[in-house]
Structures are given as C-alpha cells and as structure tokens.
C-alpha cells in the first residue's frame, strides 16, 4: 500500500532563517506531488505541483520554492523566513490520470516568530 | 480560473438534525473529491465523484456531484457530535490534470 511521510511535524523558526520540509511517497511510482498551505482557520492554498524528477510548477509568487530530487521525494524550501509564512504546510501526492483522488500527509506546523 | 466556493462557511447544528453543504466551482469540471478534516490533522478523503449524477454514501454522509448545475452538496443525515469536523471539497481541472482546487471548507459542529 501507499504511504506518506511528512516531517517535521512542528517547527517553530526565527524570521529570516531558512526553511526544509521534506516529503515522502512509499509504494508507488511517478506520482504527481502537491504543496498546500493552509492559514489558521482558512482553505488550502496551492502552492507548487510537480509531475515528475524537476518539474515544479509555482502557483503563486513568494518566497518559497520546491525541488523534486528524486522520484518519491518532494522538499518545500525557503531562504529567509517571513511571518506571513506561518502556517499548516501539507503535502499530498496523486496517481498520474484524471480521476485519481489526492492523499495527504500528516502536515507540517510552521511558526514564524 | 478554476475557483471554488463552499457554503456555508460555519455550521452548527444539533444532533439528530438534517443539513446540507454546498459547492460551487466556476468551470466545467467532471470531478469532484470530498475531505474531512479533524482539527490540527491532515486531511481524510471521504468521496470521489467523477461523473454527472454521481451519488455516493457513507453512514450519515452522502455526496452527489451535478456537473451541469457546477454544484456538489454534502448531505448530513441525523447529524452525531462524531462528525463535528472541517468538510472541504476540491475541484479537478479539465484544462490541466494536475489541477486540484479547494473550497474554503466548512466547520461543523455538532451539538449534543
């Protein structure tokens, strides 16, 4: 069976300090990978996808980026921290095709302080 | 742009009581996917719906997906305090396959 790993699983960082969260998928193979952020309280927010080794599309600007390394492994990074980046970080992974639901890890909890 | 609008926003609501979610997306879409979300957790998915008509039930939950009417609901029947949870519904693309949008997700409470 398919498994995701997300950690850390809090994270409480000072601004301006640089940031990596890493995410990994178990038991399947070429998977489309996901980062969302969720504000307190609110929706989630997509921020990057990636369909396969380097591929990474950004949905919106900011002062995150992401890298696929490898096939199963999907990393959300950050140079300098900012308070605005305080937030639920979740990462969910896809089977390639149109109908497949997205499965999610257990999410990262990040203060900026 | 793909956009997606659920209502209502919060919900409390005794037990034993009926009540449906609403969500609405802005472009032509044929699938159509259902989370749970406890507090401070991830995010569970509930249903998975992929063609006009679809209807799919759980327990006390059922899902129905109206392509032409771009409106998914969410029908809560004779509501527990177990299902006091954060309900999302997420739209996929048909323009890009790897598109999946949210809704802001609805708060339900519960009450004894």
């Known amino acids: 069976s398919q498994t995701i790993h997300q950690w850390p699983a809090t994270l409480v960082q000072p601004v301006g300090s640089p940031l990596s969260l890493e995410c990994t998928v178990e038991g399947t193979s070429n998977p489309n990978l996901y980062w969302y952020r969720q504000a307190a309280g609110r929706g989630l927010q997509l921020l990057f996808y990636?369909?396969?080794?380097?591929?990474i599309s950004s949905e919106v600007p900011q002062n995150l980026s992401a890298s696929r390394p490898q096939d199963r492994q999907f990393i959300l990074s950050s140079k300098k921290l900012l308070l605005s980046d305080s937030g639920f970080y979740l990462c969910?992974?896809?089977?390639?095709?149109?109908?497949?639901?997205?499965?999610f890890g257990q999410g990262t909890r990040l203060t900026v302080v | 742009e793909l956009k997606v609008e659920q209502n209502p926003l919060f919900l409390s609501m005794q037990e034993g009581k009926n009540y449906t979610i609403y969500c609405n997306y802005s472009?032509?879409?044929?699938?159509l996917y259902w989370y749970r979300q406890d507090p401070g957790k991830s995010l569970e998915s509930l249903f998975v719906?992929?063609?006009?008509?679809a209807v799919k039930q759980e327990g006390r939950l059922m899902a129905s997906l109206d392509t032409k009417a771009r409106l998914s609901t969410l029908h809560i029947t004779a509501a527990v305090h177990d299902l006091s949870a954060t309900y999302f519904c997420a739209v996929g693309s048909i323009y890009n396959n790897n598109d999946m949008r949210f809704g802001a997700g609805t708060r339900l409470t519960v009450k004894p």
């Open positions: 719906l992929l063609s006009n008509g």
């Open positions: 969910a992974w896809r089977a390639q095709g149109r109908d497949t639901e997205a499965f």
């Open positions: 472009t032509t879409s044929d699938r």
């Open positions: 990636s369909v396969g080794i380097g591929q």
